[in-house]
């Protein structure tokens, strides 16, 4: 008998192996392929960060970015404690974990917590490194020099990470509409100045702060190109600083009210209330427009924000126009 050939049982056996090692290799090339689409690469202001999923715990030290998650729909796990803006207030309640302040987080319970992702941005931002060592972590600072570009950014990149696009475009053409709405008032409508009030003073901001997005994006025209912007309370300016510039429009934010320290003698309106402001064309046509100080000062960026200011500022070029 010819025994250098295997017999038919044999030769059965080895093509069920090798037809099982290549279901296995394909199941194995499956797995991998499925793992690697469920991979989210995003981009953001300190570089890339791979999630393996959509993270089921998220850590938010980041206030526009809270207040974009809000509108999206996706509940945090951690929150910081303190000043949150009173349409966000609902996160002050003892089921979201407190991780510290904005400036200050609490590394402790940031990694007792066990999340999948955090998120700083902002005021935040400078402790990336830091919240980076114990979890994913990601930027969502904005670019003051290109603001809404930057802040719709941040707005489709949370709806990615979690699986939320439908509800991201439905709020990104909201905030087209509001500023195309307004660009089309704020060519024509004369100069503005963005006024801060700060413990009774006042400054103002250029084009490279917080709200330079109103002249650079929007349109409304600055009253002068060298205001510093370095400074939270803005360029301090007098009065007859003001009345020499003699603004059509005054856009204030009082910081006082932003932070909780408002009262009868520091606020905006009575700040404003004197002999030359009162002077201004901007008194005298009543075109100034007090900010919601919240959503200006310590929000800015985020979509409720935004759009409450965008509508606020649209109502206000509605009923100059109607007079």
């Not at 690697?36 to 959509?54: D, M, N, S, Y």
Request: hydrophobic content about 40%; aromatic content about 6%; some cysteine.
């Amino acid at each position: 008998m010819n025994t250098d050939y295997p017999s038919a049982q044999e030769s059965s056996v080895n093509k069920l192996s090798t037809a099982f090692v290549c279901l296995l290799a394909l199941l194995a090339a499956s797995i991998v392929a499925t793992a690697a689409a469920a991979e989210i690469r995003i981009q953001h202001a300190k570089g890339e960060t791979v999630l393996p999923a959509v993270p089921k715990k998220v850590l938010v030290l980041d206030v526009p970015s809270l207040d974009n998650l809000d509108a999206l729909g996706v509940q945090p796990t951690g929150v910081p404690g303190g000043n949150l803006p009173s349409y966000l207030a609902k996160y002050e309640a003892p089921q979201y974990l407190k991780i510290g302040s904005l400036f200050e987080p609490d590394y402790e319970a940031i990694n007792a917590a066990e999340a999948e992702l955090a998120i700083v941005g902002g005021r935040s931002s400078a402790k990336y490194q830091e919240v980076a060592t114990i979890l994913p972590t990601i930027d969502l600072s904005v670019d003051n020099q290109d603001y809404l570009a930057s802040a719709k950014n941040n707005i489709e990149t949370l709806g990615k990470i979690f699986n939320k696009e439908q509800r991201a475009k439905e709020m990104l053409s909201t905030l087209d509409n509001n500023i195309t709405a307004l660009k089309q008032r704020a060519g024509d409508s004369g100069r503005a100045i963005i006024l801060i009030t700060n413990a009774g003073k006042v400054g103002v901001y250029g084009r490279g702060s917080r709200l330079g997005w109103l002249h650079n994006d929007i349109g409304f025209k600055t009253v002068a190109d060298d205001i510093d912007d370095r400074f939270h309370g803005g360029d301090i300016v007098s009065f007859e600083y003001i009345l020499e510039k003699n603004p059509d429009w005054l856009f204030v934010v009082d910081r006082d009210a932003a932070i909780g320290q408002r009262n009868a003698g520091n606020a905006a309106e009575q700040v404003l209330n004197n002999a030359l402001i009162q002077q201004t064309t901007a008194w005298k046509k009543q075109q100034i427009v007090y900010l919601k100080p919240q959503q200006a000062y310590i929000v800015s960026s985020g979509w409720q924000a935004l759009t409450s200011i965008l509508e606020q500022l649209q109502q206000a070029m509605n009923k100059a126009r109607a007079q």
